[in-house]
């Protein structure tokens, strides 16, 4: 059975830090694509950034130089630091896979960026 397990969401304040992480299990991690994607409240879900099996990375442009997304290979995670937040940031983290034809999602973790 595939898990996609999310931790690290909580309450920061504007310009506060925050770093995400997504354990998985029943994968073999090390050749799957992975991402973290978004949704806010009325909104559709956004992809924020994906790493590759290479650990080739790509970011939305409303996260580049904020937000950094890395892979553990031997401990089947990536991570997902969030710097400089913004209210804007505010939503559901979620943690995506894909590879062998297959895609897989995590549960969501809140991220809520308020003074």
């Known amino acids: 059975q595939v898990q996609l397990v999310e931790s690290g969401g909580g309450l920061v304040q504007p310009g506060g830090s925050l770093r995400l992480s997504c354990t998985a299990s029943g994968i073999i991690f090390s050749i799957y694509t992975m991402a973290w994607y978004r949704q806010a409240p009325g909104k559709q879900r956004e992809l924020v950034a994906t790493i590759t099996r290479g650990g080739s990375t790509n970011y939305v442009d409303s996260v580049k130089g904020r937000f950094t997304i890395s892979r553990d290979n031997a401990k089947d995670t990536i991570y997902l630091q969030m710097n400089s937040l913004k209210p804007e940031d505010t939503a559901v983290y979620y943690c995506?896979?894909?590879?062998?034809?297959?895609?897989?999602w995590g549960q969501g973790t809140q991220v809520t960026v308020s003074s």
């Open positions: 995506y896979s894909t590879g062998l034809g297959r895609n897989y």
